[in-house]
């Protein structure tokens, strides 16, 4: 079945520091993927929509300039959080869907913690 | 607000017995799908029901779509303490593409 690959599945960085996280879909092609946050007992928020090859579409309230997005290939997206702080610590994860699915395959997710 | 509400947002129940959780929404949807998460992991897909479907079963597990009332469920059999988690539902709108998640229920299966 459809694998997509999170990483890292935990990282601990300063504040100020600027931390990427990597989702890759291993045996398909992501023509859309999704990130998500997900606070301590809360659902899931969507924080962007990126399709392969254009800009990533982000949710109302979601800083673009603080979480960057890059989407520049088919089986793989990034997620950078540039100048980390505190409230930024959060698990993090990415979804990926293909053109014609109904489905979505999600990551495993990443723990991030800014100290 | 989020697009789906599940409820119960707590259930805790004895092995062997059986859990329902349910999820409403509120727009046009072209498929819901629920997902379950354990603790500090990523999320696991459950089942997907297409708009068009009323009742689909996946092992121990039966999930129904009621369009015209905007609501799902799903039913977990004969419970086992390995079930406890966190079960959400999610909604692809016929527009969007996305999915947009709801609230969630915490099941706990005591043994």
């Known amino acids: 079945g459809a694998v997509v690959s999170q990483h890292p599945s935990w990282v601990i960085c300063k504040s100020g520091t600027s931390v990427k996280i990597e989702c890759r879909s291993l045996d398909f092609q992501a023509t859309t993927m999704f990130w998500y946050r997900q606070f301590p007992k809360q659902s899931l928020m969507l924080m962007a929509t990126s399709n392969e090859g254009s800009k990533a579409t982000y949710e109302q309230g979601v800083e673009k300039d603080k979480f960057l997005i890059n989407h520049a290939s088919l089986t793989l997206s990034t997620l950078t959080v540039t100048s980390a702080h505190p409230e930024d610590s959060s698990f993090y994860i990415c979804?990926?869907?293909?053109?014609?699915?109904?489905?979505?395959?999600f990551g495993s997710g990443t723990r991030l913690t800014v100290v | 607000s989020q697009q789906g509400e599940e409820d119960p947002q707590a259930l805790s129940i004895q092995e062997g017995e059986n859990a329902t959780m349910n999820c409403s929404y509120k727009?046009?949807?072209?498929?819901l799908q629920w997902y379950r998460q354990n603790s500090g992991r990523g999320l696991v897909h459950l089942i997907l029901i297409r708009s068009n479907e009323r009742e689909k079963h996946s092992g121990r597990l039966r999930v129904t779509l009621d369009t015209s009332k905007k609501s799902s469920s799903l039913l977990i059999t004969a419970s086992r303490a390995a079930d406890t988690a966190s079960y959400f539902c999610a909604t692809a709108s016929q527009n969007a593409g996305k999915s947009t998640f709801g609230d969630g229920t915490t099941l706990t299966v005591k043994p």
């Open positions: 979804s990926a869907s293909t053109t014609g699915s109904y489905g979505y395959t």
């Open positions: 727009t046009s949807i072209n498929n």
